[in-house]
């Protein structure tokens, strides 16, 4: 089963394939996307790589969170679908107005 990693604090010259050598090194990687400036086509800084496995990715995570890219440590975790993270963004608002 493919999973998708959030890969965080990138530099704006890091490239897909930077991320897909790098995490190669951990397994199988089956997509890279590094979300970029549409005027300027830097990298904003944030981006997906999808690994082949539940093992694959758990491993990149282990190796590559704090790993230091182009003097940044990375953010690498689990990607966390935008539905999900609505309804934790509702959740909290929620108990907070609820005070």
């Known amino acids: 089963m493919e999973v998708n990693l959030y890969v965080g604090n990138l530099s704006h010259t890091t490239s897909a394939d930077d991320l897909r050598t790098l995490f ?3 397994g199988t990687v089956v997509g890279v996307t590094v979300i970029t400036e549409l005027d300027t086509g830097l990298s904003k800084g944030f981006g997906y790589v999808r690994m082949a496995s539940r093992v694959d990715a758990h491993k990149a995570i282990n190796l590559f969170n ?13 990607a966390v679908p935008h539905e999900e993270r609505s309804n934790r963004l509702r959740l909290f608002w929620a108990r907070r107005t609820a005070r």
């Open 24 to 26: 190669a090194q951990a």
């Open 66 to 78: 704090a790993y230091p890219l182009r003097e940044r440590p990375l953010t690498v975790d689990l």
